[in-house]
């Protein structure tokens, strides 16, 4: 059994889509040990209680960036996590918080990496005036938005696309990819070579895997 600890900051569309995940039996290689948030009032703390995952808040303010990593690595470490999600944490993580979970943090983004790294992956898409958006789940390193790509999905932008309505189109897309990344992470399908991610096994997304058994979140 795989512990994962999700690092978040807002409303963790993404956490709910990984519970529902091991709820479902499409993740039983996965549980959710420990959900971490720099904001207090994140709506994923307030998931996570519901589902009876140990949901911790840390403040960030007025500590070194490096301090309040290590914070979170004790907290990780307490619950014996193997795996990091960054699931719309909304900060840059140090080289000592990298380093102590080398290998095992992902990272979802939201456009098509190396495009548009940052904060604002949809407005900086619409900016620039793309005909093709999407979503790029990666292993995390010392860089932002950098590390090798595990999956990407491409979503159309359509012409009057806002930040909301591309959001939304892709954020369906993160639900499905996420909990798969995962899986296949846990079940020791992801082979890393330098820049290159290779998926040693073929697994349905978890939208596809409900579709087959006839089943609904």
Known sequence: MLN?????????SDLQSMIDAIESG?????????????KSDSFALERAKK?????????????????????MVEVLKKHNVGLVV??????LVTPEFVSTFKGRIINIHPALLPSFPGTHGH??????GV???GCTI?????????????IQRAV?????????????????????????????????????????????????????WLAQKGKKT
């Open 4 to 12: 994962v600890g999700v690092l978040v900051s807002g409303r963790g």
């Open 26 to 38: 499409y993740l039983p290689e996965a549980k959710i040990s420990v959900v971490i948030s720099n």
């Open 51 to 71: 589902h009876n995952i140990p949901a911790v808040f840390i403040e960030f303010r007025k500590k070194k960036r490096v301090d309040f990593d290590m914070e």
């Open 86 to 91: 960054m699931a719309g944490f909304m900060r």
């Open 123 to 128: 407005r900086d898409a619409l900016a620039w």
């Open 131 to 133: 005909k093709v958006s």
């Open 138 to 150: 990666h292993f995390l390193d010392e860089q932002m938005d950098h590390g090798p790509i595990i």
């Open 156 to 208: 159309d932008v359509l012409e009057n696309d806002t930040e909301e309505t591309l959001s939304e189109r892709i954020l369906a897309h993160e639900h499905d990819q996420l909990p798969r990344a995962v899986k296949l992470f846990a079940r020791g399908s992801l082979e890393v070579c330098d820049r290159k991610v290779f998926i040693k096994e073929k697994l349905p997304g978890f939208k596809e």
